[in-house]
């Protein structure tokens, strides 16, 4: 069964941090594609932070950033592909979104949704100035 299930949402204060969980499924362990999009009100799906496997055997494997999160999230999984985190420091208002873990076979431009086939139930993140 497909499954993406995400947790560590919640709020906090300008400046401070969060770390998100996803935990997956067989099936989307084995997805080449993972990572986290968000979406805020009245705003498109954006990607955050997506991790694209380039040899699974070896274990090597490309992360993206948006430019807005560079330096201040940081994406990371544990050995066994079970869970994927997104480790959130010196939070901006501006990063308020519903925060989703998505999961896809292959991508070719990893930081865009369309690529992505299995989605989260989302988790918000509001940050207060």
């Known amino acids: 069964q497909v499954q993406l299930v995400e947790s560590g949402g919640g709020s906090v204060q300008a400046g401070g941090s969060l770390r998100l969980s996803c935990a997956a499924s067989d099936y989307t362990r084995s997805s080449d594609c993972t990572g986290w999009f968000r979406q805020a009100p009245g705003k498109e799906r954006e990607g955050v932070a997506t991790?694209?496997?380039?040899?699974?055997?070896?274990?090597?494997?490309?992360?993206y950033y948006a430019d807005s999160v560079k330096g201040r999230f940081t994406l990371s999984q544990d050995n066994a592909k079970t869970t994927l985190y997104l480790q959130m420091n010196s939070l901006k208002p501006e990063d308020t979104a519903m925060y989703y873990c998505?999961?896809?076979?292959?991508?070719?431009?990893?930081?865009?949704?369309?690529?992505?086939?299995?989605w989260g139930q989302g988790t918000q993140v509001t940050v207060s100035s």
């Open positions: 991790m694209r496997t380039v040899n699974s055997y070896s274990g090597i494997y490309i992360i």
């Open positions: 998505a999961a896809g076979p292959s991508c070719s431009e990893p930081l865009r949704s369309y690529e992505y086939t299995y």
